[in-house]
């Protein structure tokens, strides 16, 4: 059974390359959110989640990683243009600088679903986060 992503994105193109890169590489997608309110209302089911850290709700990203991870057990990637905002303590297991590549994509979302990626450059990955689990 292919793993099922949370895409949380406020720019749809964005959102939907990113829905197009998952689905052609066999993931499933349950939504796309562009807040952290839509996000928590679709988290049920989900895998992981790709989150960008400004959202149509201002800054709520990190904050959203937390939930995400706390309450529904998900593992994120951040996909941000702005990784400085990250914060040093975070859930996230690691985050995709935009603009991505496919491959980074592709890579976290192996990361996050089976916790392997493929090499990518792109892709770095945030301290300690997986042997938290």
């Not at 992503?5 to 562009?34: M, N, Q, S, T």
């Not at 057990?73 to 935009?98: C, W």
């Not at 945030?126 to 938290?132: F, M, N, Q």
């Amino acid at each position: 059974m292919p793993a099922t992503a949370l895409i949380v994105e406020d720019e749809i193109f964005v959102a939907l390359d990113l829905e197009r890169i998952l689905l052609e590489a066999g993931y499933k997608v349950k939504a796309i959110a562009a807040d952290r309110v839509t996000a928590i209302e679709e988290a049920d089911e989900c895998s992981f989640a790709l989150v960008d850290i400004n959202l149509r709700d201002g800054p709520t990203g990190p904050a959203l990683a937390e939930t995400l991870a706390r309450d529904y057990g998900m593992k994120v990637v951040f996909v941000t243009a702005n990784p400085a905002q990250i914060g040093s303590e975070t859930p996230a297991i690691g985050y995709v600088r935009k603009p991505f590549s496919e491959g980074a994509i592709l890579a976290a979302a192996a990361l996050a679903s089976a916790g392997a990626a493929a090499a990518s450059d792109d892709l770095v990955l945030i301290g300690t986060a997986l042997s938290s689990g």
